[in-house]
T-cell receptor
Framework: DGGITQSPKYLFRKEGQNVTLSCEQNLNHDAMYWYRQDPGQGLRLIYY???????QKGDIAEGYSVSREKKESFPLTVTSAQKNPTAFYLC??????????????FGEGSRLTVL | GEDVEQSLFLSVREGDSSVINCTYT??????LYWYKQEPGAGLQLLTY?????DMKQDQRLTVLLNKKDKHLSLRIADTQTGDSAIYFC????????????FGTGTLLAVQP
């Protein structure tokens, strides 16, 4: 079945460590996104990519990095520079051509806890 | 700046109607969206409305758009316990239909 797979589902990290969250999609979508979800703050955009080898910062990119070497993969690294990394992270993808444009397909999320 | 606002919580009884409200800021948004998030999961698109429409109905869901006031609402008729979830309003930014700004989300609790 087509969809978006995020891993790991739960992750614990010590302060000062970098951690990478995986996001893979087999929907043949060009665009991919990373959002952060905190209680009472909704979803905030971290990074997005509209095409392979290109990505743009979202509203809260500081302390995060991404790469887009393959169409199906958009990993997010949470670096030690991110001051408050404990959150629920959501990856999404969307089509940029044909039919209705604007539906984001989300993974099930990765919950990161910094100890 | 861009800001999409929603009330944080709504409680209704099973069988009643639910109305979730949202205000947005970008008047150039092409589409406005409602997404649903069930516990511990990602979001799913529930419905959307094109910016030149006032209303859209889809089974138990009715979306109302007031462009003058930049106000969007979602009405769920005959609310069921399975409708309990967080509902997010979202707008597309600057006419770009695949970059969305989400609201804070409204937690809908349906009491049996």
């Amino acid at each position: 079945d087509g969809g978006i797979t995020q891993s790991p589902k739960y992750l614990f990290r010590k302060e000062g460590q970098n951690v990478t969250l995986s996001c893979e999609q087999n929907l043949n979508h060009d665009a991919m996104y990373w959002y952060r979800q905190d209680p009472g703050q909704g979803l905030r955009l971290i990074y997005y990519s509209q095409i392979v080898n290109d990505f743009q910062k979202g509203d809260i990119a500081e302390g995060y990095s991404v790469s887009r070497e393959k169409k199906e993969s958009f990993p997010l690294t949470v670096t030690s520079a991110q001051k408050n990394p404990t959150a629920f992270y959501l990856c999404a993808s969307s089509s940029t051509s044909g039919g209705f444009i604007g539906e984001l397909f989300f993974g099930e999320g990765s919950r990161l806890t910094v100890l | 700046g861009e800001d999409v606002e929603q009330s944080l919580f709504l409680s209704v009884r099973e069988g009643d109607s639910s109305v979730i409200n949202c205000t947005y800021t970008d008047s150039s948004s092409t589409y406005l969206y409602w997404y649903k998030q069930e516990p511990g999961a990602g979001l799913q698109l529930l419905t959307y409305i094109f910016s030149n429409m006032d209303m859209k109905q889809d089974q138990r869901l009715t979306v109302l758009l007031n462009k003058k006031d930049k106000h969007l609402s979602l009405r769920i008729a005959d609310t069921q316990t399975g409708d309990s979830a967080i509902y997010f309003c979202a707008e597309s930014i600057g006419g770009a239909t695949n970059k969305l700004i989400f609201g804070t989300g409204t937690l809908l609790a349906v009491q049996p």
